[in-house]
Structure formats: C-alpha cells, structure tokens
C-alpha cells in the first residue's frame, strides 16, 4: 500500500480557500487517490476521490499532479464547519476492507 | 450521518463484563463494518461483513466477535472488556457501488471506557 505524507495541521481563514496538500510518491497506478475527514469525534466522511484528472464535487476540488505523486484537496471558500481533520487514502477500487486512516490534516478555519 | 446509528453513543464497564455495541442501519446497504479508534490515532478495521452471511477479520479483531443479525444489523461483542480496549466505536456502511469507489458511510460512534 503506499505510504502518504500530510501536514500534521493547518490553518485557514473563514471564506478563504483551503488548499490541503498529500504526498503519496509511492502510489501504484491501480490506486486511487481518496479523501476523507472527520469532524471531532464524529465518525469521517467520504469527500472525493480521483485517479489522475482533476476532480469537483459539491464538497471540494481534487487537483492530482500529471505523476500522481502528490495531490491537493481545495475547499474553495471555508467555513467554520470545514474545521476537521483531512485524511489522503490511495487506494485501489472493490479494497473498502483496506480503508485505513492514519493521522491525517488538522484543518483549523478561524474567523 | 442518521441513516448509520449506534447504540449505545456512551458506556462506562468494569474489566470482565461482556459488552455488546449496536449497529443498524436505513440505508439498504449490504456491506458493514466496524472500526476503533484510540486517542491521536487513525481509524483500524476489526471486522466486516459483505452480506449476513459473510463476516470477516479485519486488522485487529482478537478480542471481538461479531453478529450479523440481519442486511441491517450488525453488533459487535467484546466478550470480557478490558481497559485497553477503551476506544471510540464506528460502524460503517456501503453497498456494491459505493464500496468498488471505497466511499463508507460512517455512524455517530459509540464511546466505550473500560475501567
């Protein structure tokens, strides 16, 4: 599985994007790159995920370098609610038994 | 998410007891799952189950046994708690295509201390 590297935290002003970067060099070419996070205490939540074209949904933009090597995660105008922890997860497709999540982003969004 | 529940959300046993954490759900999923998670740390996977008759060891199931009671039930069993076993509970759900792009939807959890 390939190993991934985050910021341990970072921080964002209210209405300002919110670029959260993953490196994930090691990531195979099966290997999707998914993002999820959790809201203290509460249990996570699937945000995107893409494999080499840049992705959007309602939540969030998922820009993915032409190597695959590192990826970024864009909440394009934070908000208070935004406030969590990120976590970058490649992955192949059908391995849901292989989800894990490790230490993640802390996303602090400030007033 | 309100289609995923838990019960109980808290519980506080003593070292030996037998203790059972609930999971159902709405959501018309076949597939459930049930991770802990300590203090500082990710999320590990003890157990899942790709219909009621399909249950299998995830990362870290020694200690724990599961039921899969019916599509939209699913308990998890620690058959005599012990202190290390205190963690944050999270049962989790997917369906066929929901589980091929690893998208799981995740219940409230249930904070279990063993004193």
């Known amino acids: 599985d390939a190993k991934t590297t985050q910021p341990t935290s970072m921080d964002c002003a209210e209405g300002r994007a919110a670029n959260l970067p993953c490196n994930h060099s090691t990531i195979s070419g099966n290997e999707y790159v998914y993002w999820y996070r959790q809201i203290h205490s509460q249990g996570p939540q699937y945000i995107i995920h893409g494999l080499k074209n840049n992705e959007t949904n309602e939540m969030a933009s998922l820009i993915i370098t032409e190597d695959r090597k590192s990826s970024t995660l864009i909440l394009p105008h934070a908000t208070l609610r935004d406030t969590a922890v990120y976590y970058c997860?490649?992955?192949?497709?059908?391995?849901?038994?292989?989800?894990?999540f490790g230490t993640g982003t802390r996303l602090q969004v400030t007033l | 998410d309100a289609d995923v529940t838990q019960t109980p959300r808290n519980r506080i046993t003593k070292t030996g007891k037998r203790i059972m954490l609930e999971c159902s759900q709405t959501k018309g999923h076949d597939r459930m799952y049930w991770y802990r998670q300590d203090p500082g740390l990710g999320l590990r996977l003890i157990y899942y189950?790709?219909?009621?008759?399909?249950?299998n060891k995830g990362e870290i199931s020694d200690g724990y046994s599961v039921s899969r009671q019916a599509q939209a039930k699913f308990s998890l069993s620690l058959e005599s708690a012990i202190p290390n076993q205190t963690a944050l509970y999270f049962c989790?759900?997917?369906?066929?295509?929901?589980?091929?792009?690893?998208?799981?939807?995740f219940g409230p959890g249930t904070r279990l201390t063993v004193l």
């Open positions: 997860i490649p992955l192949g497709t059908g391995t849901a038994s292989k989800l894990t």
């Open positions: 189950s790709f219909d009621v008759k399909d249950i």
């Open positions: 989790a759900t997917s369906d066929y295509e929901t589980s091929y792009y690893n998208e799981q939807f």
